[in-house]
Structures are given as C-alpha cells and as structure tokens.
C-alpha cells in the first residue's frame, strides 16, 4: 500500500510540474526524476536479491566465499504493472500527448483501479483518466458484455489453465524434468503453451469484464495469439498492453526502425530482454525475452522470403505453415519462462532434441485428461470462430445468441472446472 501511495505522489506532483514548466532542460529533469524513482523502487523490491546472488556467485567463482545474509525480499503483488501504468503517465504528459491531471483523487483512482491492478492490463492515462472524469451508467449492453467477458475469463481459466495444471501436472515435468523422457517434456511444454494462455487471457478478460460493468472501457490484451503467423503479430495479439507499452516507450525511444538494419535489430533485442526482465529476475526470462527478439528480427527480414504464393489454397497452406512455426516456436521459447533454474530448461531442450522415449513417465494417457483435451478443443472452437469475423459479427448481433453463450460456458465451468483455487500465473510478477 505505502509503495503505490509513493509512486502515485511522486508521478503526481512531476506530471503537475511538468504541465507548468517550459523550459526543456527542467522537463528533462523532472521526467528522469520520475523514471529514476519508479525503477529504483521496482529494482529494489524485484531485482536487488538476484544481482546480489550473482555478484556473489561471482565472487565464488573467482576464490572470494562472501558470507553475506539472504535478503529475501517480498515482491509487492502487482508492481510491475502498476509501475508502468504510472510511467506511462509522466511520459505521456512530457511528450505533451496529455495535459496533467489536477485532481489527486482521479490520478489515485488511475493508478490504483483494482480490476487490472494486480496482473493488468497495463492501462494508459490517455485511454483510463478521461473515462474517471465521466459520469457512469449501467446499461443492458454494458452488463452483458461484462458478464460475457467475466465468464469466458473463468471458463479459460478453470476449466482450460487449472485443469492442464492439475489433472497433468504440468509442473511436475518442469520441477523435476530428469524424471521425464523426450515425449514427456514435449507435451508437457506444448500444454504449457494453453496453460498460461488460459490463465493470463482468463484474468484479463475477468478485469475487463468487471471494469465493463463499472462502467469502464478497456483495451483487450489478448486477441487467440496463437493464430499469429509471424511473431510481430504475435506481439499484436500476446500481451497487447505490455507489447505495446514496450514499442511505444522503449522500442521508439531507443530509435526503432529508423537507423539501419543493425541498429534496428540491436533495438529489437534490447526491447524483448528487457520485456523478458520484467518478467523476473532470472536469466531464464532474459534468454526467453532474447529468443523473442531473435524471432522477430528473422521474421522481419525474412518477410520477403515467406511472401504467400498467389494460388488460394497454396496460400492458405503457407499461412497454417506459418501459424504452426510460429506456436512451436512460441512452445520452445516458453520452456526457459517455466522453469525453475537455467540448468532444468537446458535440461529439457537437451532432452526434447533427443526422442528418448525409454523414461516415459507420463500422465497424458489418463481417463482423467479427457477433460483437459475437451476443454483445449472447445477452446480452440471459440476462437476459430472468433477469428472468422463474417460468422462472430452476427452472432454478436443477436442478445438471444449471447446469452445462450453465456449459459452454455457457465454450465461446462459447473461440469469440467476445477475449483481447486489455483492462483493467477502473473501475481508472481
């Protein structure tokens, strides 16, 4: 609590200045004082035990055995979003893209909206502020748009997250993967690619929702990702507001696509290992984030290579290509973000590389995850016809068609949701 009071002061009072003063050498000066707080904080609570842990690992290595205590400090749940949407804020106003908010009581409310406060999305001051000022009126579209989002939020969650997490212990091949043989790990790792889609799509499709309700007007930050065909529309669909808040603050910033091939690929990589860092404070999420960035720059510059043949159905063949490549690739990349330490995930791509099947171990045969396969094929349905916009266009059209969706998804959450209560993936971040 006293941590978001902190930032909200201090973006507060810079974004009032800042919309006082003219003189560009000052604005500088305020605009850094912002970053340079906002990240000392999330450095502090995020980042200070694992450079610590490697300058001391270092030592080691070099013959110096430091014995210095274990900080283990608590990461205050949600900081880095939270963190964000408040820079976004003094550099929207620096930019002179806002005007700076005068009410303390509207920036709070800002910072602190608690349906997306805690795992996003990251909301802009540009889109959220201007909606706070207004006045709110609960309407029937409104409620069942909001109600719609809210339960196809749960049903990805319980029923398509939580039941690939429990009934196939997904994270009993990822804690102790030298139990497991190439097959083991391979589907462990493509059911983790559904598994922490369902969760993180599923809450922010219950925060939009509930904000809906309230009468709030949020982005989506998941648009079926996984029918991307290259990784920039990968970007476009995974993570919307976080991709976003990278291009716009980070990746332009350090120049984008303006100086060169090689200047352009370096701002690439730069871009996702730090999108990977903020992820957490390991080196498995900065080789995941790097991956991402190499993905991006082969795609980008190999686009005129993967151009789509004229012929239709050749056309269409290359694109299911594309879109497969692109999830295995995603499916690859997301075995350093799930596992514990740098030496299990090079574990498990030695391993899955290798089609050693003697050590099969595996749970994907049980009656048990029937449920898991019937709720990833549901889900896929769903977004199959989402993805068709003719056939989802109409059905959005009818309210008897919507609410027979409704009824339809809460009844198979009462029939194959596990109610265990699994926390959300992206508290932890």
């Known amino acids: 609590m006293g941590l978001i009071l902190l930032s909200t002061i201090i973006d507060y009072l810079v974004g009032y200045k800042l919309g006082l003063e003219k003189r560009i050498f000052y604005r500088k000066m305020l605009l850094s004082c912002s970053i340079l707080c906002n990240l000392t904080i999330l450095s502090i609570f995020k980042y200070l035990d694992?450079?610590?842990?490697?300058?001391?690992?270092?030592?080691?290595?070099i013959g110096l055995n430091p014995d210095w205590p274990t900080l283990n400090i608590v990461l205050p749940v949600g900081i880095s979003f939270y963190t964000f949407q408040s820079l976004s804020y003094t550099i929207d106003v620096y930019r002179k893209q806002l005007s700076p908010e005068k009410s303390f009581?509207?920036?709070?409310?800002?910072?602190?909206?608690?349906?997306?406060?805690?795992?996003?999305?990251?909301?802009?001051?540009?889109?959220?502020?201007?909606?706070?000022?207004?006045?709110?009126?609960?309407?029937?579209?409104r409620l069942l748009k909001g109600v719609e989002l809210i339960v196809w939020g749960y049903l990805l969650k319980v029923v398509l997250a939580d039941n690939l997490g429990f009934l196939i212990h997904i994270n009993g091949y990822f804690d102790t993967p030298q139990k497991f043989s190439s097959l083991d790990l391979i589907l462990a790792t493509l059911m983790f690619s559904f598994q922490i889609y369902g969760d993180f799509a599923g809450y922010s499709l219950i925060a939009i929702g509930l904000a809906k309700i309230l009468g709030f007007d949020l982005d989506p930050n998941f648009k079926r990702p996984y029918f991307a065909s290259s990784f920039s529309e990968f970007w476009k669909r995974w993570h919307i507001s976080l991709s976003s808040w990278l291009r716009d603050y980070l990746y332009i910033?350090?120049?984008?696509?303006?100086?060169?091939?090689?200047?352009?690929?370096?701002?690439?990589?730069?871009?996702?290992?730090?999108?990977?860092?903020?992820?957490?404070?390991?080196?498995?999420?900065?080789?995941?984030?790097?991956?991402?960035?190499?993905?991006?720059?082969?795609?980008?510059?190999?686009?005129?290579?993967?151009?789509?043949?004229?012929?239709?159905?050749?056309?269409?063949?290359?694109?299911?290509?594309?879109?497969?490549?692109?999830?295995?690739?995603?499916?690859?990349?997301?075995?350093?973000?799930?596992?514990?330490?740098?030496?299990?995930?090079?574990?498990?791509?030695?391993?899955?590389?290798?089609?050693?099947?003697?050590?099969?171990?595996?749970?994907f045969a049980t009656p048990l995850v029937v449920k898991c396969f019937l709720a990833l094929f549901f889900v896929l349905i769903i977004d199959i016809f989402r993805e068709t916009r003719c056939i989802y266009s109409f059905y959005k059209k009818s309210y008897f068609l919507r609410i027979l969706g409704v009824l339809i998804s809460a009844w198979i959450i009462l029939l194959f949701g596990n109610f265990a209560g699994n926390e959300f993936v992206y508290f932890q971040f």
């Open 50 to 61: 694992f450079f610590v842990d490697s300058f001391e690992l270092f030592l080691n290595n």
């Open 105 to 141: 009581l509207n920036f709070a409310t800002y910072i602190s909206m608690f349906p997306q406060l805690v795992a996003g999305p990251i909301v802009r001051a540009t889109k959220l502020l201007p909606q706070i000022k207004s006045p709110k009126d609960l309407n029937s579209y």
């Open 253 to 363: 910033s350090l120049g984008g696509n303006r100086k060169g091939v090689i200047r352009t690929s370096l701002n690439l990589i730069i871009t996702m290992v730090l999108g990977g860092l903020w992820h957490g404070a390991a080196l498995t999420f900065i080789i995941w984030g790097l991956l991402h960035g190499i993905y991006l720059i082969i795609f980008k510059y190999l686009g005129s290579i993967l151009k789509y043949n004229e012929n239709k159905y050749i056309k269409d063949l290359q694109k299911l290509f594309l879109i497969c490549l692109v999830f295995f690739l995603t499916s690859f990349a997301w075995v350093f973000f799930r596992s514990n330490t740098l030496d299990d995930s090079l574990y498990i791509t030695k391993t899955i590389f290798t089609f050693d099947i003697s050590k099969t171990n595996s749970n």
